[in-house]
Each structure stands twice: as structure tokens, then as C-alpha cells.
């Protein structure tokens, strides 16, 4: 055998403690570490790449000239499946190893020699390889984030100063101090008041009176009994942080209400167990009416993802979007070399590729080939899945919560993924996929005093409609769980009616009531509707079980179209410099920063209500929360003399910018606009994609302002959708249970759409989801 030479090259290193070790799946697709051909490590840069047909590893090779990679190839142990199946009873990360589930096997090969099992013997290489082996793998550090979510103490734990020490009797330990439940307590770690929790919270119901304590006294810390362990782990709920957090003294500060930790025994599920178990307790829902397990599907557009912990928000998401022709054209380019990146792990538009190359070609989706044996086969053999770790680190990174590991709401999550699309670079020839979502809202306000009226039109991509509240039961029993089902048509009858509003009008120049109504101006190729469904019960939002009406059939939406502006109506004349000279009263406004409303909003709320009270002005906060402009400053250019310029804007924040795909123009726009917070500027450019910023070159402005002239959607009738996908979400908030998704499919061998349920990895027929429908989340209708 040839001496290979690159063996002994300095530039070999084992991979440091911080260094990612992309070691189980290829970087730019889902082949990986099981797969016949194995995964090939780059032993320079500990890319991943795959070493099969598509051979991502020596386009890795070509393109940066790294010529030893490390293949590793492993293949499962037979497993002995328990009797009864094991079923998790705590968080914890077992013991388990690598080595008691696959055998592994490693060659070092090199592209420059053309060998493709170099002697290992050489003791530099043997630690690179040791490294890379031992390596804590990149999806390895997600899953232990996954079950061991990390707690961290506040002020308020810190800072805690009990009240006289007291001995706490036994039997006040065992029920509510203000009703009769005896499960789900919390002790005040202040005073020692025990109060039952908030139902989402308990499992087993509350009524919210340690909170109801918290808001009487202010005492902010408190324990939950059930929960606490020898060892002294607890679960401490912060009332001001409104966070779970943890106590370091926490011995010490049950000793001083007399209770002894190495006494105690854990009685109750945690809050993170109860929102794991909630997660599990779908996957008994997966059967027929005779109890047998739903048909899995298999093939081009029928995989699943699997759950990275509390991550079926985002594989929810991703279905329903990648489902989308527009998607498809977009990212899924089969035939394609991937975009050159020297990183394509933190690459988006790489990833995205990635994401559409492993729902949508069918590669993946086949049974799980696992190697059990049990006294009965299973009836049932699912996927594996794709993991999506990249793409959810990718996404999240600069995200205060899609960056944790938590439950997130679904809603939220598709907006952010907008959000991130939009703001990423499009090669030329290549649609912004997010513009099928986009359409024209028009806000009409009439002053009922001078008759006069303003048109408004924004820019939407989603839709958000209230689901009206009918219960059977007593209008007096806000816990009544029975409700009057509702049509879609009459939550856009709501979303779309005219309401009173209180403001300044600048023609009678006092404050009057007016008339305010919204619209579609147009509508879009794909239309994605949000159903609240919430309400306020013991000061906790609720998730209410309404049903909502909604058919496969086509619907036709015209009536909900505006013709526009009519011809006799007389305008009202604009706003005197758009408030740039108005100045809040500094009373009111510290009144309404102190009960929680963001300076912004209370600015424009003492502006529109001419400074008069702090009643007025939270009764305008109330009533425009939905606004689409609500959290943009007042004023958008800055004021002559006022030293703010575009040319002022941090060079810093400005490259930050760049980074995301935001040119030097509208990243100085953006800051000046936003008082230089990055975040707000983000989103400013999100929301203002048709502005453009001074100093361009005439031609492209020009060309920029032609583009923004240009309505997005159509106002073509008739404007008739059909329901393509819908979200549905098990749990009583949406920051905990579980989310799956419904796509109407093409499976082979039949003439119509079929429904097909994407849970996680579970890819399954459905025959009937009427009744599922009714419950949905979201809703996504395209255009026909």
C-alpha cells in the first residue's frame, strides 16, 4: 500500500471542546452515518458530507481541497424490546451509549491519493480520529437541551427575605388556603401561604390562588410541594418573572417554614414532565375506530420529521409550507449542486434545500428499518424520520425562544419563518416564495361627525380572525367547555365588521367617535388564516374547544373584497406632521409603561387621544392591539436639526444588516427609523418592503418605486380558495402539547386527494378529519 502523505500534515487537529462535529448526518442532505455508504468527516473542518451518489464530501473536497475524511459507517444491534414497553417516567439522559446500540465501523480516506483506507497507525492521526469520535455531535448537544431543560435563578429567588420563621403543620400542608383542593400546592417561600395552581399547570386542575396571593401581596416566589425530592430539586415558579426558575438555598428556605428536605418524596409529574408526557399522549390517538393503527404512507412528499423535544411546532410548519408549489420551486432543485458556503450548516439558503430535498423526494421515506425482537411484531411500522437540527438551530439563533428547546406556538413560528425568507437573497430567476402569501388590507375609518374618511392600506401576509364565544351553558360558567359551533364565514363576517373607536380627527380637530372597518383591497395565491380561539380565565389565556365549520369544497371569498375608495366621499386631510411635534404627558405615559404596555404604543395612544387621561388612552391600547403598524415609531424620518441621519447609523449594526441580506440603504432607513435597535430594525425592513432609501441612484429608485406601486395579490373576481393544510394543536396553550399537520395529498393508486397526517415521524392516512377541522389552528387555502 502507497504511504499517503497528508497523514502527517500540521494542519491536522483534533476538534476543540467548542468546535461543532457535524459526525451523523451530511451537511447539505440527510444521508448519514446508516447509511450503506456511511458519512465521510472532513478531518480539517469536521463537515459532514455524504459519500453515495450525490457524494457531498468530494464536492467538500473540490471546493476547499481538505483531502482526508473520516467515513464512519455504523448498523444497529438487535434490540430486545421489554414486556410491558418502557415508558419514560423522569427527564434524564440514560446511560446509553453509541456502543450499545450499533456497531461502528471507521476508515480514513484521502482524495488527493485516490485511497480509501489509510493506515491509522500514526499517532497524530489516531488522536484527530479519537477526537472526532468522542466528540459531543452536534444534534447530541439539541437532544440533551431537548430533555434537560436548564432552570436559573432571578432576583427574586436570590434576593428572597422571609417572614418570622413559623412551624408548619402537617395538615396545613394538604389543602388549598382558599378551597378545597388538596393536589397541584405551592407554597409561598415568603410567608408560607399554600395555594393551589393554575389548571394548564397542575394537571390535575387549580384555581390560580397562589397567584391570587402573589397579586395581594406581591410575594413573588413560591415551591410546588409534589414536587420536591430529597436530592432538592423543585419546581420554584417566579409569579414576577412569570418563568420557572430555581433556588439555590432552597434547603434553607423550606428548613425556616419547618420542613425538612430529606423527608420529602416526590408525589407530582414536574411542569416539564407533565409537558413531555402531554407531547406523548397523542400517539394514542393514531387508530381507527376499531382500535387499529392508521395506514403509513410512503414515498415523494411523505416524510416525516422527527421530534427533537417539543419541536412539533416547526415540523408542523414546515409540511404545510413545503407542500406549497411555491416552496417547491423555490428550494427543491433535485438535480442541483448545493450553493457554495463555507459553512453549510449555518448557511439558510442551504439548509432550506436541505429541508425540501428530505420532505419532498421520497429518498427517506420508508419503513424504519430497526432490528427488534419481541414476542408480537408490531401491527404499525413507521418512519424514522429526519431530524432537523440544523435548519431549527439555524432558524432560532437570534430568537429569545425558538432558540430554546421549550414548546412555541406554531403561529408565531411561521411568521418568523416569513420573517427570515423574505429577508434571505433570492438568486435571480427565483421568487421570494413568501410573496403567494402576500395581499393588500384596507383599514377605512369615517369620523361620525364630519362624515369625512381616511383609506389605509397595509401589507399583510397572514390573517389573524376572532372566533366568537357561544356557550351552551350558562353564560355565568366561564368554565363550561361546551360551546355553539361557528362558521368561517362568520369569523370573517367578525374580522371584517365595523366597529366604534375612539380618536382625533384632524378636520374637526377634537376627539370623536368614528367608524372603523377592514377589508381585502387583494387577495392572495395562498392564504393562511390564524383562529383565536383564547380567553382569559383566572388570569391565565385559554385555549377554548369551538368549533369552526370548515369545508373541503371550494369557497368563494369575493364578498369580503373592497372596491376602494368611493368617488363622492370627501378625505380627511392628514395628520399635522404626523405627530413628529407632539410630546406625551409624562405622568400618563409612566402610568401606562408601568402597567406593561411598550413606549411606543403608549406614545401613540396619548397622541390619538389628545393626551386627555390614562382611562382613554388604555381603552385606545385595548382597542388596536392588532394593529399592523402598532409597534412602528411615530416618527419615520428624522426632524431637521434632530441629528439623526442615515449617515449616523452604527457601522456596526449596519454590517449586521448586510449579513441578513439588508443593503447599506435600507439598513441605515431601517436603524434611523427605529432609534438603532436592531431587532425593531428587522422587523422594520420586514414590514417595508417596497421602501427604499435616500441616496440610491436615480435608476434604482426608479425601478424601486415602480416595484412599490405594484400591489401585491390579486382584487380578480371570483376569489375562490380551497383548504389545502391545517394545523391542530392538543393542549390547553399553545406553548405546551403537541401540534401535528394535515396536507391533502395525491397518493398513488387513488383519483382523489387524500388527507395525510404528518405527526412528527408518522406519516399516516386519514379517511375523515371532519371532525379534526373543526378544532384546527391554522388554516392554509390556495387559490383556484
Not at 38 to 65: K, T
Not at 427 to 447: D, H, T, W, Y
Not at 545 to 564: K, N, T, W
Amino acid at each position: 500500500m502507497t504511504t499517503c502523505f497528508h497523514r502527517d500534515s500540521p494542519d491536522l487537529r483534533p476538534p476543540s471542546a467548542s468546535e461543532a462535529v457535524y459526525r451523523e448526518d451530511c451537511t447539505q442532505c440527510f444521508d448519514s452515518i446508516d447509511d450503506e455508504s456511511g458519512l465521510n468527516v472532513c478531518l480539517y473542518c469536521f463537515n459532514g458530507g455524504c459519500s453515495g451518489s450525490r457524494d457531498h464530501a468530494r464536492l467538500h473536497y473540490e471546493r476547499f481541497g481538505h483531502p482526508l475524511a473520516l467515513n464512519i459507517r455504523r448498523t444497529r444491534k438487535q434490540v430486545q424490546r421489554e414486556e410491558p414497553p418502557h415508558k419514560i417516567s423522569k427527564l434524564a439522559i440514560n446511560a446509553e451509549t453509541d456502543e450499545d446500540r450499533y456497531y461502528t465501523r471507521t476508515r480514513v480516506m484521502c482524495y488527493a491519493c485516490g485511497q480509501d483506507d489509510v493506515d491509522k497507525s500514526n499517532s497524530k492521526l489516531q488522536l484527530v480520529i479519537d477526537g472526532v469520535m468522542n466528540a459531543i455531535t452536534y444534534s447530541k448537544k439539541e437532544e440533551i437541551k431537548a430533555w434537560e431543560q436548564e432552570f436559573v435563578p432571578c432576583e427574586h429567588t436570590l434576593g428572597l427575605v422571609q417572614q418570622k420563621n413559623k412551624n408548619v403543620e402537617s395538615q396545613d400542608l394538604s389543602q388549598c388556603s382558599m378551597c378545597d383542593l388538596q393536589q397541584n400546592l405551592w407554597l409561598c417561600l415568603e410567608c408560607g401561604n399554600l395555594g393551589c395552581g393554575r389548571s394548564q399547570f397542575g394537571g390535575t386542575g387549580g384555581n390560580s390562588h397562589g397567584l391570587a396571593h402573589f397579586d395581594a401581596t406581591f410575594h413573588p416566589v413560591a415551591v410546588k410541594l409534589g414536587s420536591i425530592t430529597a436530592d432538592g430539586s423543585a419546581d420554584i415558579y417566579c409569579y414576577k418573572c412569570n418563568e420557572e426558575r430555581t433556588d439555590p438555598d432552597l434547603a434553607t428556605h423550606l428548613a425556616h417554614w419547618g420542613i425538612n428536605l430529606s423527608n420529602r418524596e416526590k408525589t407530582e409529574k414536574s411542569l416539564m414532565e407533565m409537558q413531555v408526557e402531554q407531547n406523548l399522549k397523542w400517539d394514542f390517538t393514531m387508530t381507527t375506530g376499531d382500535g387499529h393503527g392508521l395506514h403509513p404512507v410512503f414515498g415523494e412528499g411523505l416524510t416525516g420529521l422527527s421530534n427533537l423535544g417539543n419541536s412539533c411546532y416547526l415540523s408542523s410548519v414546515v409540511q404545510c409550507l413545503f407542500d406549497l408549489p411555491e416552496f417547491r420551486l423555490r428550494y427543491y432543485h433535485p438535480g442541483d449542486q448545493p450553493p457554495f458556503s463555507e459553512a453549510p450548516a449555518s448557511d439558510f439558503e442551504t439548509q432550506l434545500r436541505k429541508l425540501a430535498d428530505g420532505t419532498l423526494s421520497g429518498r427517506y421515506s420508508r419503513p424504519d428499518d430497526k432490528i427488534v425482537t419481541s414476542p408480537e411484531p408490531p401491527e404499525v411500522t413507521h418512519q424514522r424520520g429526519l431530524a432537523p437540527s440544523m435548519f431549527k438551530h439555524l432558524i432560532g439563533r437570534d430568537h429569545a425562544e425558538f432558540s430554546t428547546m421549550r414548546q412555541q406556538d406554531a403561529f408565531e413560528f411561521l411568521l418568523h419563518v416569513f420573517k427570515h425568507v423574505t429577508m434571505s437573497k433570492h438568486p435571480v430567476g427565483m421568487a421570494n416564495p413568501i410573496e403567494s402569501f402576500r395581499f393588500s388590507m384596507e383599514q377605512r375609518l369615517k369620523c361620525l361627525n364630519c362624515r369625512k374618511v381616511r383609506y389605509r392600506l397595509d401589507e399583510q401576509d397572514n390573517i389573524s380572525i376572532p372566533v366568537p364565544v357561544r356557550r351552551l351553558a350558562s353564560q355565568d360558567d366561564i368554565s363550561s367547555s361546551a360551546f355553539e359551533p361557528v362558521t368561517l364565514g362568520e369569523c370573517l363576517d367578525v374580522f371584517t365588521a365595523e366597529e366604534a373607536v375612539d380618536l382625533r380627527c384632524p378636520s374637526c380637530d377634537r376627539q370623536e367617535k368614528f367608524s372603523k372597518r377592514s377589508a381585502f383591497r387583494t387577495m392572495p395565491a395562498q392564504l393562511v388564516i390564524n383562529a383565536r380561539r383564547f380567553e382569559l380565565i383566572n388570569w391565565v389565556p385559554t385555549k377554548l374547544d369551538i368549533p369552526v365549520e370548515v369545508h373541503d369544497e371550494p369557497i368563494d371569498l369575493s364578498r369580503y373584497l373592497s372596491a376602494g375608495p368611493d368617488e363622492n366621499e370627501e378625505m380627511l386631510p392628514n395628520d399635522k406632521a404626523s405627530g413628529s411635534n407632539f410630546e406625551a404627558d409624562a405622568d400618563i405615559l409612566n402610568q401606562l409603561l408601568g402597567i406593561g404596555f411598550p413606549q411606543v404604543r403608549c406614545e401613540k395612544a396619548l397622541y390619538s387621544t389628545g393626551n386627555s387621561d390614562a382611562e382613554a388612552a388604555m381603552n385606545w391600547l385595548l382597542s388596536h392591539m392588532d394593529d399592523p403598524d402598532i409597534d412602528e415609531p411615530m416618527v419615520h424620518k428624522p426632524t431637521a436639526g434632530s441629528g439623526a441621519s442615515n449617515a449616523d447609523a452604527d457601522l456596526t449594526q449596519v454590517r449586521q444588516l448586510n449579513e441578513m441580506g439588508i443593503d447599506d440603504s435600507r439598513a441605515k432607513r431601517a436603524l434611523a427609523a427605529t432609534g438603532g435597535d436592531i431587532s425593531r430594525a428587522i422587523d422594520w425592513v420586514f414590514s417595508h418592503p417596497e421602501d427604499v432609501g435616500e441616496g440610491v441612484q436615480e435608476q434604482e429608485s426608479t425601478e424601486a418605486l415602480g416595484a412599490s406601486t405594484t400591489t401585491p395579490g390579486s382584487d380578480a373576481r371570483p376569489a375562490v380558495y380551497q383548504l389545502r393544510s391545517i394545523i391542530c394543536h392538543k393542549g390547553s396553550s399553545v406553548h405546551a402539547g403537541h401540534y401535528v399537520a394535515f396536507v391533502r395529498k395525491k397518493l398513488p393508486g387513488k383519483s382523489e386527494p387524500s388527507w395525510v397526517m404528518f405527526n412528527d415521524e408518522k406519516v399516516v392516512e386519514v379517511d375523515d378529519i371532519q371532525e379534526v377541522k373543526r378544532f384546527a389552528y391554522l388554516y392554509f387555502f390556495s387559490r383556484v
